[in-house]
């Protein structure tokens, strides 16, 4: 089983970026497909981006399109999300998560939390305006 460690999480004021790390110990990320979500206090886990095993495909959430960039460095073992022009509305606890299976390149199987075995603790991303 892969831990998941998020770092980079703080309070900054709209129009500021951000840089948010998701680190891997346990086993590789190489072969599993990873994602980004968020959750708002009283909503739902909202997809926010997902790189697929090979970094080939990247999808985005909608309202996070042209703002936020995935990347993933299977040497580091570690996932990144880069987040631009951020909003009041981006505040959230930011989660990422490894596949349960392997070589996933499909949209709505790596956009879907139940994809997901192995998710970290979350980091807090507040957005003041």
């Known amino acids: 089983q892969v831990q998941l460690v998020e770092s980079g999480g703080g309070l900054v004021q709209a129009g500021d970026s951000l840089r948010l790390s998701c680190a891997a110990s346990?086993?590789?990320?190489?072969?599993?497909?990873m994602g980004w979500f968020r959750q708002a206090p009283g909503k739902d886990r909202e997809f926010v981006a997902a790189?697929?095993?090979?970094?080939?495909?990247?999808y985005y959430g909608n309202s996070v399109k042209g703002r936020f960039t995935a990347s993933r460095d299977n040497a580091r073992n570690t996932l990144y999300l880069q987040m631009n022009s951020l909003k009041p509305e981006d505040t959230a606890v930011y989660f990422c998560?490894?596949?349960?299976?392997?070589?996933?390149?499909?949209?709505?199987?790596?956009?879907?939390?139940?994809?997901?075995?192995?998710w970290g603790q979350g980091t807090q991303v507040t957005v003041s305006s």
């Open positions: 998560a490894s596949d349960r299976g392997t070589y996933s390149n499909d949209y709505y199987h790596l956009s879907n939390p139940g994809s997901f075995a192995s």
């Open positions: 346990g086993r590789t990320l190489s072969g599993y497909g």
């Open positions: 790189v697929s095993w090979d970094g080939v495909n990247i």
